[in-house]
């Protein structure tokens, strides 16, 4: 039975993997409701993303607080790049009913005022800039921004793929208006909360991926986090543990869509 859970679950990442990787871009619905819920494309297409995973939270019983997972990060740092699509997606496909995960696209990046607003630089350039503000944008616009963002960041183009990725999983929410969010003074407002975010982090964040759990951060549970966080989140969760806790399927982790 888990294991039947675990396989149906691995396939959906892993078919989610492959139709971001053709770019499908049709938006229609025609299956039957038994089988809306059968992948997160299939989920999105259909209009019933936020009730697919809700439905795995119904089943797990969830009697306890979750796991709050934060990720401090930058869209195209490759260590962030690799973290959140090889260990902090595919956890959360799996134990979303436990876990909550916060992003904060920022990291190192730099500010400066200019006048009543603000200027950024990013460690890796402009593009990178442009890569934080699109999926700074899609987080405030739409409860698929994880998978959206997990679709952009394993993809060869982060930003090139923004617009099939968030066609895929949110096929409602029009690209017009995540541009005008990154080109106003919207998107602005909603970067500095995450700067501000971020230099409030205590200790100060010395690097990126920099991982808080629960709100804290501590060497032991970055390096935990870093080699399996699904054991990290199964562990710490206080609740009666879900099924999928029981196994160690941590082997499959680091495979996915890594090319
Ligand atoms: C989106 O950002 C606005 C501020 O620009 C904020 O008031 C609102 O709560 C945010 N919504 C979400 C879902 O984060």
């Not at 134990?95 to 995960?101: G, R, T």
């Not at 009543?116 to 890796?124: G, M, N, P």
Request: aromatic share 8%; hydrophobic share 35%.
């Amino acid at each position: 039975m888990m294991k039947m859970e675990m396989k149906v679950l691995l396939l959906l990442v892993f078919s989610a993997c492959f139709l971001t990787a053709r770019g499908a871009s049709s938006s229609s619905c025609n299956l039957p409701p038994a089988r809306w819920c059968s992948s997160l494309e299939t989920a999105a297409r259909c209009g019933v993303l936020k009730q697919c995973l809700e439905s795995d939270f119904l089943r797990s019983r969830q009697t306890s607080e979750p796991v709050q997972v934060a990720l401090y990060y930058e869209s195209l740092c490759p260590g962030c790049r690799g973290f959140l699509t090889g260990m902090l997606f595919p956890t959360w496909v799996l134990l979303n009913q436990i876990m909550s995960v916060t992003l904060v696209p920022y990291g190192n990046a730099q500010e400066k005022p200019d006048g009543q607003k603000y200027t950024y630089e990013c460690q890796h350039g402009k593009q990178e800039c442009l890569g934080n503000m699109i999926e700074t944008c899609i987080l405030n616009m739409t409860d698929a921004a994880f998978p959206i963002i997990f679709c952009m960041e394993s993809s060869s183009d982060v930003i090139g793929s923004a617009e099939s990725c968030v066609k895929l999983y949110a096929p409602e929410l029009s690209m017009d208006k995540v541009m005008s969010c990154m080109n106003g003074d919207q998107g602005i407002q909603l970067m500095h909360q995450n700067a501000m975010a971020t230099r409030a982090l205590k200790p100060p964040h010395q690097y990126v991926p920099w991982v808080t759990i629960n709100g804290e951060h501590t060497e032991d549970l970055q390096d935990k986090a870093m080699s399996s966080l699904f054991t990290l989140v199964c562990s710490l969760y206080k609740g009666p543990k879900p099924e999928v806790c029981g196994g160690t399927p941590k082997q499959h982790y680091r495979s996915y869509c890594n090319q």
